[in-house]
């Protein structure tokens, strides 16, 4: 298996750079075909929702549909799937900056009881307590 950067991941969703975006679309098409499948890592992640977010000006429901999208592809696997399809859930149901709520998933995933900040905004979910 190989993983896939977020410029790959980008040049996918947005075909920015058409000549790397032919690449990406021939490669995905392979893939289909073969059943070879590619890892998404949950910094992956980080990075698309800041690159989509700060780059290319997605507002935040774009954002979420494009991860939505990405979940949908049967090759891509992802480091932790029910992360990502919690952060979709999570980025729906409040205002967290999306970064900060894949923050504290992660350490949810790892098992933490909460994740520690200074922000009082996110220790009104329950990922997160305010120090």
Same mark, same amino acid.
Request: hydrophobic share 45%; net charge negative.
């Given at each position: 298996?190989?993983?896939?950067?977020?410029?790959?991941?980008?040049?996918?969703?947005?075909?920015?750079?058409?000549?790397? #975006?032919?690449?990406?679309?021939?490669?995905?098409?392979?893939?289909? #075909?073969?059943?070879?499948? +590619?890892?998404?890592?949950?910094?992956?992640?980080?990075?698309?929702?800041?690159?989509? &977010?700060?780059?290319?000006? +997605?507002?935040? &429901?774009?954002?979420?549909?494009?991860?939505?999208?990405?979940?949908?592809?049967?090759?891509?696997?992802?480091?932790?799937?029910?992360?990502?399809?919690?952060?979709?859930?999570?980025?729906?149901?409040?205002?967290?900056?999306?970064?900060?709520?894949?923050?504290?998933?992660?350490?949810?995933?790892?098992?933490?009881?909460?994740?520690?900040? +200074?922000?009082?905004?996110?220790?009104?979910?329950?990922? +997160?307590?305010?120090?």
């Amino acid at each position: 298996m190989k993983a896939l950067d977020t410029n790959v991941i980008v040049r996918f969703l947005l075909s920015d750079d058409q000549a790397q #975006g032919r690449r990406v679309k021939a490669l995905l098409e392979r893939a289909e #075909g073969t059943a070879e499948r +590619f890892l998404v890592s949950t910094p992956t992640i980080l990075e698309t929702i800041w690159v989509l &977010s700060a780059v290319y000006e +997605f507002t935040r &429901s774009e954002v979420l549909q494009a991860l939505e999208l990405l979940l949908q592809m049967p090759i891509l696997e992802f480091e932790n799937y029910e992360l990502v399809q919690e952060l979709i859930h999570l980025g729906r149901a409040t205002r967290a900056d999306l970064p900060d709520l894949l923050i504290g998933l992660s350490g949810k995933a790892c098992g933490c009881e909460v994740t520690l900040t +200074f922000e009082k905004g996110l220790a009104q979910t329950a990922l +997160f307590e305010r120090l």
